[in-house]
Every structure is written in structure tokens, then in C-alpha cells.
């Protein structure tokens, strides 16, 4: 064997030999954070316009127009009875509740704490949602007993030549 492939290629005291090599690219904490801060200021950036449309969107919910729906008609449905519906879209569930000969009350029917199905309960005249016996006052919406903190959405309803519509939602501050 030669000297020559056995030698190492640097000296052997030297223990920073790869330092300050030619074209090696370099990035110390100032470099890092540099970096850093750039790609979070692209990312906040690029994310504006979607701020602007979702903050569009939210400001126009209380001056939103529906389109009338037709619920049921009044002789189809008698005092104490309910009947599910889908209000604003097909894919919002809803319910109508007649109270009394002249008094309606309809409600988005998804529970305002984890979104399970509200149901009505005619015998005891209660607002269920069973998932974790939570009870909301058909009157106003309003959370009674369980964990739900918030009221279910009302959905303004209209009797109109023996029928009932529903004609808008009531949105409530979180």
C-alpha cells in the first residue's frame, strides 16, 4: 500500500476543516429567523383575501334575504305537533312547532353544542337533544337544562292563505 491513499486530506490538528469551505451555504440563527419571519409574512399575506371575504360574508348575515318557504299547511298540522323541514338550504334541518291556534315557533334543529338532531316531545312539551340530554324552551330556544350554552337559531316563520313559511333566520351574537 502507498503513503498516498492512506494520508488523510486535511491536517489532523485542525479540527474546524470544513468551516469556511467554497459554496457551502451558511444559515446561523439571525439567517433562521430571517427565514422564518419571511415565510410567516408570505403565509399572512396570501391569507388577506380570504379574511376580506369571510369578514364580507359575516357583516351580511343580519341583512340577508331568503327566499319564502312553504313549511306546511295549517290543517296539516294541529296544536302541540311538530314538523321537520330544511331552512335556509336543503341541508339545514329544521323544525316547526305549533303552540297554540295562532302561534308557531320554528327552529334550526341541530344542537347548539355539538350539533346533534333536537327533537319534540309532545307529552312533555320539551326540546330534547338526546345525545347528552341536553333541553331547550320551545318559547324562546333558549338552553334549560344539559350543555348547551346557546339558544338554536329561530327561523322567523309567516302564516299566509293556510300555510305556513318560513322567511328568515334570527342570528344571535356569540
Known amino acids: 500500500m502507498s503513503d498516498k491513499n492512506n494520508k488523510i486530506p486535511f491536517n489532523e490538528d485542525n479540527y474546524t476543516h470544513n468551516i469556511n469551505r467554497n459554496n457551502e451555504r451558511k444559515l446561523d440563527r439571525r439567517g ?12 399572512a399575506i396570501s391569507s388577506l383575501p380570504w379574511g376580506a371575504i369571510a369578514a364580507k360574508e359575516l357583516t351580511g348575515l343580519s341583512d340577508k334575504k331568503y327566499p319564502k318557504h312553504k313549511i306546511t299547511d295549517v290543517n296539516s298540522i294541529g296544536i302541540g305537533e311538530a314538523v321537520d323541514f330544511a331552512f335556509p338550504s336543503e341541508h339545514d334541518s329544521a323544525i316547526l312547532i305549533r303552540l297554540s291556534e295562532n302561534k308557531y315557533v320554528a327552529y334550526q334543529n341541530a344542537c347548539t353544542h355539538l350539533r346533534c338532531p333536537v327533537f319534540w316531545e309532545k307529552a312533555s312539551g320539551e326540546m330534547l337533544c338526546p345525545c347528552h340530554h341536553g333541553k331547550f324552551d320551545v318559547k324562546t330556544g333558549e338552553p334549560i337544562a344539559g350543555p348547551p350554552r346557546r339558544p338554536l337559531p329561530e ?10 313559511y318560513a322567511v328568515g333566520v334570527k342570528r344571535y351574537e356569540a
Open 32 to 43: 433562521f429567523m430571517k427565514t422564518l419571519v419571511g415565510a410567516a409574512g408570505v403565509f
Open 155 to 164: 327561523i322567523h316563520v309567516k302564516v299566509e292563505n293556510g300555510a305556513v
